[in-house]
Nanobody, 116 residues
Framework: QVQLVESGGGLVQAGGSLRLSCAAS????????MGWFRQAPGKEREFVAA????????YYADSVKGRFTISRDNAKSMVYLQMNSLKPEDTAVYYC?????????WGQGTQVTVSS
């Protein structure tokens, strides 16, 4: 089992940057694909970015491509989401997810608010 704790959210002006972090427990972190999702008020949770176990592949939603960068440090059991050129529509609770086969684990989320 994996426990995930997100941090780094906050209030930022449009055009600004934030870096989200997700700390994972357990000694098998490098066996999990990792991803970031977000959920805005009144909307369904949506995919933001994902990274393969060895960082060889990354994937992004079209809405964040070119602005967000996902990365991971397997030695520290951490995954990051660097968010640049933030827009008000990026406002949401951001969740970290770990997945291996049919098993998936979620963090509690961190709020990101982008003011115009």
């Amino acid at each position: 089992q994996v426990q995930l704790v997100e941090s780094g959210g906050g209030l930022v002006q449009a055009g600004g940057s934030l870096r989200l972090s997700c700390a994972a427990s357990g000694r098998t972190f490098n066996s999990y694909g990792m991803g970031w999702f977000r959920q805005a008020p009144g909307k369904e949770r949506e995919f933001v970015a994902a990274i393969s176990r060895n960082s060889g592949r990354t994937y992004y939603a079209d809405s964040v491509k070119g602005r967000f960068t996902i990365s991971r440090d397997n030695a520290k059991s951490m995954v990051y989401l660097q968010m640049n050129s933030l827009k008000p529509e990026d406002t949401a609770v951001y969740y970290c997810r770990a997945r291996r086969g049919s098993a998936e684990y979620w963090g509690q989320g961190t709020q990101v608010t982008v003011s115009s």
